[in-house]
C-alpha cells in the first residue's frame, strides 16, 4: 500500500486500493462509501459517536436524517460500524477502518510547515552525520509531528559493506572505520601489540577494498568469515602485511553485543488519548508498547513489503492492541532497503494527515543516507 505523488499523494488523493480493498468497496454504494468515510474522519476529530442528524448536516452527503440512519444501520449489519450505546451515533469497526484506510482515505499533501521541519532536519548541508544518530532521533520527529508515538528499527545488523578503513591513533590503538552500503557507520577502537603507521594502515584498507570488489562476503559477518578463513592460509602466514591487514579487518567486524534495537518514542502521549484514556485500556496500551519485538516484526513486514503498511487492531497481532494502529515505511540508501520507522497512535488517527508524514519522513531519512 503505498502513494505516487512526492507529498505523499496520488492527484485525486487516494491511496491505491489492493484487490481486497476493491471488493470491499463494491459492496458498498456510492452514498454508503461516502457516509462510512464521514463517520471514519467524524470520529477521528472528535473521538465521540458521530450522529445521523450531524452527518446529514455535512456537504456533500445530500441525505434526510432518516436516510442517514437507514444507511448506518445497513453498515452497521455489514460489520463496518459499530453503535457502542442504544442512543448514541456510530464508531467504526477494525473492518470498517480497514476498508477506509484502503479504498476511502483521502490523503493529504504534506503541510509546508511539516516539510520545512523535516527536510531541516535531514538536510545534507548539516555535515556527515551517523546513520545510527540519524536513525535514533526520527522518532521523536514523527512524535513532533503528529502527537503519536513514533518508532523505528535499526538496519540489519549484517548488512551489505562499502569500506573498512583504518586509522593511527597512536601506537597502540588504531580506529577501523565500517561504513555499510546503506550508510551505517561502525567505529571500533582496537589495541595492537605490533607497530604500525598510516601509510600501512593504507594499504590495509586497500587490501580489504580488493577483498570486496571481489566479491569475498559482501555482508559484515560473512566479509568476515572470508577473513578469517584467508588467515588461516599459507599465502597469509607468508605475507605479515596481508596478515596483519586481514587480522585487523577481522577484528574490525566483530559483532556489536550493544548494537540499539528499536527506537520508541512518546509513547506516554498516547493515554492522553480520549478513546485510551480509561484506566483498563491505558494499561492495555502501555503493555501493547513494551512489546517491542513484535512491534519489530510489524516494522520489518514492511522493509520486507518495500512499501507503506498498516496494521489495525487485531491486525498488529499484539495482545491488547485492539484500539491501536501501526502505520510503517521502509526506508534505505544506495538502493538498499534497510529497517522501517512508522507511528503507533489510536485506530481513529488521522489517516489522511499521518499516512504522508510518515512517508515523506522515510523518503527524507533514505536520501540523506543516499548521500
Known amino acids: 500500500m503505498s502513494a505516487g505523488r512526492d507529498d505523499g499523494t496520488r492527484p485525486d488523493g487516494l491511496l491505491e486500493p489492493g484487490a481486497p480493498g476493491r471488493r470491499a468497496a463494491e459492496e458498498l454504494d456510492a452514498r454508503a462509501r461516502r457516509i462510512l468515510r464521514a463517520v471514519v474522519r467524524g470520529y477521528a476529530e472528535t473521538g465521540e ?21 437507514a444507511v448506518l444501520a445497513d453498515l452497521e449489519a455489514l460489520g463496518y460500524l459499530d453503535k457502542p450505546h442504544t442512543s448514541a451515533g456510530r464508531i467504526p469497526t477494525e473492518k470498517g ?30 555535515g556527515v552525520e551517523p546513520a545510527d544518530d540519524l536513525l535514533a532521533r526520527t522518532p521523536a520527529l514523527l512524535h513532533a509531528l503528529t502527537r503519536l508515538a513514533g518508532v523505528a528499527s535499526p538496519p540489519d545488523a549484517d548488512e551489505p559493506v562499502r569500506t573498512v578503513e583504518f586509522v593511527r591513533l597512536r601506537e597502540d590503538r588504531v580506529l577501523a572505520v565500517c561504513v555499510t552500503r546503506g550508510g551505517a557507520v561502525r567505529n571500533r577502537l582496537l589495541q595492537i601489540d605490533f607497530a604500525i603507521d598510516q601509510p600501512e594502515l593504507d594499504r590495509a584498507s ?3 577494498a580488493e577483498r570486496l ?65 480509561d484506566v483498563e485500556q491505558v494499561r492495555r496500551t502501555m503493555r501493547a508498547l513494551e512489546e517491542k519485538q513484535r512491534i519489530a516484526s510489524l516494522l520489518a513486514r514492511a522493509a520486507e513489503a518495500g512499501e507503506l503498511m498498516l496494521f489495525i487492531g487485531r491486525e498488529t497481532g499484539i495482545e491488547g492492541a485492539d484500539a491501536l494502529a501501526v502505520v510503517a515505511s521502509p526506508y534505505g540508501g544506495a538502493g538498499t532497503v534497510l529497517g522501517a520507522i512508522g507511528v503507533i497512535g489510536p485506530a481513529r488517527m488521522a489517516y489522511g494527515r499521518v499516512i504522508p508524514i510518515v512517508e515523506y519522513t522515510a523518503r527524507a531519512l533514505s536520501r540523506v543516507l543516499g548521500e
Open 49 to 69: 459517536p458521530v450522529a445521523s442528524l450531524t452527518l446529514a448536516r455535512q456537504p456533500g452527503i445530500d441525505l434526510s436524517a432518516a436516510s442517514v440512519r
Open 97 to 126: 477502518y480497514r476498508l477506509y484506510v484502503d479504498a476511502l482515505v483521502r490523503l493529504q499533501p504534506v503541510g509546508a510547515r511539516e516539510r520545512d521541519v523535516i527536510d531541516a532536519r535531514y538536510d545534507p548541508a548539516r
Open 206 to 208: 586497500r587490501y580489504l
Open 213 to 277: 570488489r571481489e566479491g569475498e562476503g559482501g555482508t559484515l559477518g560473512a566479509l568476515r568469515e572470508a577473513l578469517l578463513a584467508e588467515l588461516a592460509t599459507e599465502r597469509a602466514r607468508a605475507d605479515e602485511a596481508a596478515r596483519r591487514a586481514l587480522e585487523l579487518g577481522a577484528r574490525a567486524l566483530e559483532p556489536e553485543p550493544d548494537r540499539p534495537g528499536l527506537v520508541l518514542e512518546g509513547g506516554a502521549s498516547l493515554v492522553q488519548e480520549p478513546t485510551l484514556a
